[in-house]
């Protein structure tokens, strides 16, 4: 009878383990599951960073592999500017 009672304890067990909460990273308002590489900013920049366990507590894990960020080069910004000001107001 005790082999009985050990044996659906264990079972109890297995089928609580499954059961677990599922571990995220967190960063700006959004979850991230375990393994998942994204960009985030750093002192050194933006930097590739992945989602793993570090003493059973969920951290991002920092390469030093920068993100590609396309951006505007800083001189087409007037030019850009200027060709909004001579559109003709729309509407009547």
Do not use: H
Not at 31 to 43: F, H, I, M, N
Not at 51 to 67: A, E
Not at 72 to 77: E, I, K, S, V
């Amino acid at each position: 009878m005790r082999r009985a009672y050990l044996a659906v304890l264990s079972l109890i067990a297995a089928s609580d383990a499954s059961l677990a909460a599922e571990c995220t990273c967190r960063s700006q308002g959004r979850d991230y599951e375990l393994g998942t590489s994204v960009c985030l900013q750093t002192p050194k920049g933006a930097r590739i960073a992945t989602c793993g366990m570090v003493l059973n507590n969920t951290s991002w894990q920092f390469s030093d592999t920068p993100c590609v960020i396309s951006e505007l080069p800083a001189d087409a910004m007037p030019e850009r500017r200027e060709r909004a000001s001579r559109q003709p107001a729309q509407g009547g």
